[in-house]
Structures are given as C-alpha cells and as structure tokens.
C-alpha cells in the first residue's frame, strides 16, 4: 500500500487561503469516506482536525474544512495565522481493512 | 478526560524484539467502538501506520508489517502492547499509541510518543 500523495510544502502570507490535496486510489480514498487529516507541530503528536471528509471535531476551528472528490482529497485553511503552521498529513482507511497515511504537507505562514 | 501514555525501552539492539507499552487513563479499554493502535514516525519523516488491536484481542496489522508484530491487549491493567521483532536501524522512530474509532476510522486520541533507536 503506497503512502497518499501530498505537496512537500505549501505557503501563503498572514489571511490567505491554502488548499492541500492528498492523492490515493480507488482502493481508499476512491471508495470510503473515511479520509481524516492530522495537525502536528514540531516535537508534538498528531492532533486529529477533520474526520470523515468533513467534519471538525469539537474545538478545532472553522478555518479548517475538508472536501473529497474521486481519489482525491483536500485540506482548505482560510484566514492563514501564525499558528496554522504546521505539517498536515491525511489519511484514509482502505480496502485491505488498513489505514494509508499521507507524505506529509509543511505549511509556511510568510 | 482519556490520556494515552507509551512506555518501554528507548534503545534496542539490532535484531533484537522491540517493545512498547500504552496505559491508557481516564476511560475503559474495553469500551466497544475503539481499536487501540500503534502508529509509527521515523525521525524527520511522515507516519505509518502499524496496526491494532481491539479489547477482544483480536487484532489487524499493516501487511508491510505483518510478519514482524504482535500486539497483545490487559484490559485488567487498562493496557495494550506491541512486539516488534527483527528489528534495523530503519525501525527507529517515534511510537505513538493512539485510539481509532470504529465505523468512522480516524484517530481521535495520540499519546505523546516514544522514541526508540535501534542501534548496538
């Protein structure tokens, strides 16, 4: 099972939007709705911030939305700050009743 | 509220079995609905998953994986467990144990991970 595809790295300056995509197959993304997406700062675990495509758990900020169409997935963040900085990893459950992680996307607030 | 903490040794030689412990505080292990999971960071590197196992004890694990783990589960000590033999220098990583939610499948809890270097 190969790794989800994503940007090494996406950037935008202080209010800006930033869309990150994650790439499967039909074999996860494809066919289960069931991509999540993960918020890690430096030297900290993963914080879960999407959950089933598009929904935010309580308490994680409506900046944040996700949106899936055919095999791939996306992570919008609108009003860029400071905090959003951070890498992003999807996920996705698969057809081998596993879960595929993303490559991992760095986002820069200029 | 549910806290999830790895503990186990931090060095491990070459060939040898790795293994962690995650204690899990704050909630019952053998609450139906959550499979309890290992998930895996090499330094400087993105996450792989490695498997999980639920209260029963049954278990599912990354095939990539599949011939080097077992996972074993003490809900008396609100516990579970992976064995990793085997083990190289590309096996070093930070572990996180964490909380997987059935019929939705994301991770909804990490502990704070435990790095482990293989190295003799």
């Known amino acids: 099972q190969s790794a989800l595809a994503q940007p090494a790295s996406v950037s935008g300056s202080p209010g800006q939007s930033v869309i990150i995509s994650c790439t499967g197959t039909?074999?996860?993304?494809?066919?289960?709705?069931?991509v999540s997406w993960y918020q890690q700062h430096p030297g900290k675990a993963p914080k879960l911030i999407i959950f089933d495509v598009r929904n935010r758990p309580s308490g994680v900020s409506s900046r944040l939305s996700g949106s899936k169409s055919g095999n791939t997935a996306s992570l919008t963040i609108s009003g860029l700050q400071a905090e959003d900085e951070a890498d992003y990893y999807c996920?996705?459950?698969?057809?081998?009743?596993?879960?595929?992680f993303g490559t991992g996307t760095k986002v820069t607030v200029l | 509220q549910v806290q999830l903490q790895e503990s186990g040794p931090g060095l491990v030689k070459p060939s040898q079995t790795l293994s962690l412990t995650c204690t899990v505080s704050?909630?019952?292990?053998?609450?139906?609905?959550?499979?309890w999971s290992w998930i895996r960071q090499p330094p400087g590197r993105g996450l792989e998953y490695i498997g999980y196992?639920?209260?029963?004890?049954?278990?599912n694990v990354n095939p990539s994986l599949k011939s080097r783990v077992t996972m074993s589960v003490d809900t008396s000590k609100s516990q579970f467990s992976l064995n990793m033999s085997s083990v190289t220098a590309a096996d070093t990583a930070v572990y996180y144990c964490?909380?997987?939610?059935?019929?939705?499948?994301?991770?909804?809890?990490w502990g704070r991970g435990a790095l482990v270097t293989v190295s003799s």
């Open positions: 196992i639920y209260y029963t004890g049954s278990t």
């Open positions: 964490g909380r997987d939610v059935w019929d939705s499948w994301n991770f909804d809890l």
């Open positions: 039909s074999s996860d993304i494809g066919t289960f709705n069931y």
């Open positions: 704050g909630a019952s292990i053998s609450t139906p609905g959550y499979y």
């Open positions: 996920s996705s459950y698969t057809n081998l009743n596993t879960h595929v």
